[in-house]
């Protein structure tokens, strides 16, 4: 899409566009690994490991674990590249990613693209996911039996992805991950690991579209990936 149309459409959305302003905030420049490594690149060559994604997307597609099964459109598998470096992990999906099949493509998915370009990375270039991979009702919270159900799936989805960094986004997402019922104002801020793989939480694009005096942490969150993975 033309850049300047863009810019009108996430105006007249009241989505403010994320520049980066590196000099002004961190003296230092944005550049780092987006490219997917070496390894990796070997990894997305062995058709026996695009195999395991296709069975495992299938897998979910028709699961019946939880109650969420009755009132899911479809579910909502992730997207992106599968060798990336940067898994992005959300909640669950809303009413239009469970209409559209994908993550993050309501208002809150549009502000998470507008942050993920600021630091230089396109939504191609990253995996994108959810906690749960079916909507719950209404958009509630999800449930403890839920997430587990769940947590296999995105279980095999690291063990595929290997990313170089994980991005928690939200509370959920990080308390879910890291097994925690700590805080998010405590849990961001700082790297976490999760099975040997940096993980670093940032505010949900939700909230900060309702809290937008927390736009600077969620930038300084994002430095920090960003710095984690250079
Ligand atoms: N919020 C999330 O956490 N995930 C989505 O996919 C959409 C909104």
Not at 194 to 212: K, N, Q, W
Not at 220 to 227: F, I, T
Request: overall charge negative; aromatic content about 6%; charged content about 25%.
């Amino acid at each position: 899409m033309d850049n300047l149309i863009r810019l009108q459409y996430l105006e007249a959305m009241g989505i403010d566009v994320w520049m980066p302003r590196v000099s002004s905030h961190v003296g230092q420049s944005l550049s780092f690994d987006v490219e997917p490594d070496a390894d990796n690149v070997e990894h997305e060559s062995s058709e026996s490991v695009q195999t395991s994604w296709d069975i495992l997307q299938a897998e979910v597609a028709s699961c019946t674990k939880c109650a969420l099964c009755e009132t899911r459109t479809q579910t909502v598998f992730g997207t992106g590249n599968k060798i990336a470096n940067w898994m992005i992990i959300g909640e669950a999906p809303g009413q239009h990613e469970d209409e559209q099949g994908k993550p993050f493509v309501g208002k809150a998915g549009l502000l998470l693209t507008e942050m993920l370009r600021a630091v230089g990375l396109d939504r191609d270039e990253v995996f994108i996911t959810n906690i749960l991979k079916c909507r719950p009702p209404g958009n509630r919270d999800p449930k403890p039996d839920e997430a587990e159900s769940c947590s296999e799936y995105l279980r095999q989805q690291r063990a595929l992805l290997k990313p170089k960094i994980i991005l928690a986004v939200g509370r959920i997402a990080a308390q879910t991950l890291l097994n925690t019922d700590a805080p998010l104002s405590k849990l961001r801020g700082k790297v976490h690991e999760l099975d040997g793989t940096p993980l670093v939480v940032v505010y949900h694009p939700a909230y900060l579209l309702r809290s937008l005096l927390e736009k600077r942490k969620a930038w300084q969150d994002l430095l920090l990936a960003v710095r984690t993975v250079r």
